[in-house]
């Protein structure tokens, strides 16, 4: 790991990252050999969890060929630099803001969408001019030992690599000093990057997780809103980052949702035998999600299968927070639904607990919006629609508090890999001897007057 780190960044220090011209290049050639891949990168996601091609280029290879098609419409603006306004002190003179690559660059990624959130973040990081070590997850064996080869086969180690490995690989990539940190992950594995990176005063970009709520008002059109929200829920079976982890109803509309609900999982095709219903990615999980399922409160579904890492679509009803579905994260496909009549208690609820990666809100009332949006504090979300928001490729996308620090996509992700250099170019003449000693009261004076 040191010998890597050591020849990514005798590479990044000859500069040859630097050039706008070969940063396209490199974006397209990762393009096209994703491009090229594809029929094997659906493979290797279904034999890791059973997803089908259709989730895999939606959530997974549409993310990342977006990702590249916004940096190279963009590439250009964002590396220029950016005048600023000279004040009367300073003049004259020009200031000017100059963004230039942080560096060598570590990527860690989850298994959840193993291309998107290792080949998203590797977007920003070449695209602002870094060198890129990437270590996917372990836990999606095909996946992840793809990608490497691909990655291996067609970029020099110097400038980007893959490295495949479970805990002690990242930890020997951790002891080692980055000029930048990217992590995508549970909010207790995040805690364990942020250390690391502080024995070497290293930035990081970390990408946690966290319970996100979903609130129904009562003039929510459930006719479409059910819809968007169970498919934002049971998409990858539930174990998205920014799923609807648990939702709120109005109490006044309580049965007419459920019955909305009852109406589209009937429609919805999630069966273990269906090729589109994805898996759980271990037996571990299957249990941890399983124990998530209190018999007494199932409305529909509640079935599982440890062995065959299936977890059925199910909603809870009558749900309270102490129940064990509210005290952890459920990343999997049991939806649990609490009613409520005041929002403000709702709200309270909220704040009391980490600050959510996403909120979704489902109402057509102005003011509820803005209500909600400015009392409560989280990473991003959407109001009539869930989980979408990831997929506007110029929105920054992050956490806040534990669920996480810093955002990227677009823009985002290449300021996330940038130092952004303040300059003062000065120009030799005139030189007024106002600021030299001696200091006397005249110039004090004359002074306070160029400042005030
Ligand atoms: P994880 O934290 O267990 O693993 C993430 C990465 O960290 C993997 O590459 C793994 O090898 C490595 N890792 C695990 N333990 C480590 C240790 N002790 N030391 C060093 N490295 C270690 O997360 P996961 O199970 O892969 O993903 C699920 C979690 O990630 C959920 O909490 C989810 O909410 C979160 N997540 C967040 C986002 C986001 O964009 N904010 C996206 C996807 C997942």
């Given at each position: 790991m040191e010998e890597l780190v050591k020849l990514q960044l005798n590479y990044f220090n000859t500069n040859a990252t630097k050039p706008v011209s070969f940063r396209i290049t490199q974006l397209k050639k990762l393009e096209s050999l994703i491009k090229s891949n594809e029929e094997l990168l659906n493979e290797a996601l279904r034999k890791d969890y059973g997803k089908g091609k259709f989730e895999t280029f939606l959530t997974e290879l549409y993310v990342v060929y977006d990702e590249i098609k916004v940096a190279l419409k963009n590439l250009e603006e964002w590396t220029k630099i950016k005048p600023i306004e000279t004040n009367l002190l300073n003049a004259p003179a020009k200031s000017y803001i100059m963004p230039e690559p942080l560096g060598v660059s570590l990527v860690i990624g989850p298994w959840n969408y193993p291309y998107q959130l290792t080949l998203g973040p590797v977007v920003g990081a070449l695209a602002a001019g870094c060198t890129v070590i990437l270590k996917p997850s372990e836990l999606t064996v095909h996946s992840s030992s793809l990608i490497t080869k691909l990655i291996n086969e067609n970029f020099d180690s110097e400038y980007f690599t893959a490295v495949e490995g479970a805990i002690p690989e990242t930890t020997a990539l951790l002891e080692q000093k980055f000029d930048v940190i990217f992590f995508t992950g549970s909010v207790s594995v995040g805690k364990i990057v942020y250390q690391a990176a502080a024995k070497h005063l290293t930035p990081v970009i970390l990408e946690l997780g966290g319970k996100s709520p979903t609130i129904f008002m009562q003039?929510?059109?459930?006719?479409i809103t059910v819809k968007r929200m169970l498919w934002a829920k049971f998409l990858n079976s539930g174990q998205t980052?920014?799923?609807?982890?648990y939702v709120y109803v109005h109490k006044s509309i309580e049965e007419k949702f459920l019955q909305k609900v009852s109406e589209e999982m009937q429609v919805m095709?999630?069966?273990?035998?269906?090729?589109n219903y994805v898996h759980i990615i271990n037996e571990r999980n299957t249990s941890r999600v399983a124990s998530l399922i209190d018999k007494q409160k199932v409305y529909i579904g509640g079935n599982y299968n440890i062995v065959e890492r299936f977890v059925e679509p199910t909603i809870l009803t009558n749900?309270?927070?102490?129940?064990?579905?509210?005290?952890?994260?459920?990343?999997?496909p049991v939806l649990p639904i609490l009613t409520f009549d005041n929002l403000d208690d709702v709200i309270k609820e909220i704040k009391?607990?980490?600050?959510?990666l996403a909120l979704y809100l489902f109402t057509q009332d102005e003011n509820i919006k803005q209500k909600v949006l400015s009392e409560v504090s989280f990473g991003g979300g959407c109001i009539n629609e869930a989980?979408?928001?990831?997929?506007?490729?110029?929105l920054p996308f992050g956490g806040v508090?534990?669920?996480?620090i810093g955002n990227y996509h677009g823009e985002a992700g290449f300021r996330a890999f940038s130092h952004y250099k303040s300059i003062?170019?000065?120009?030799?003449?005139?030189?007024?001897?106002?600021?030299?000693?001696?200091?006397?009261d005249e110039k004090l004076e004359m002074l306070k007057s160029v400042v005030a």
């Open positions: 003039d929510s059109n459930l006719d980052c920014i799923a609807p982890d095709d999630y069966k273990l035998k269906n090729d749900v309270t927070w102490s129940d064990k579905v509210m005290q952890e994260e459920i990343f999997g009391q607990r980490p600050k959510p989980v979408m928001h990831i997929s506007n490729g110029e508090g534990e669920s996480g003062l170019d000065k120009e030799v003449t005139p030189d007024p001897d106002v600021k030299y000693s001696p200091y006397t």
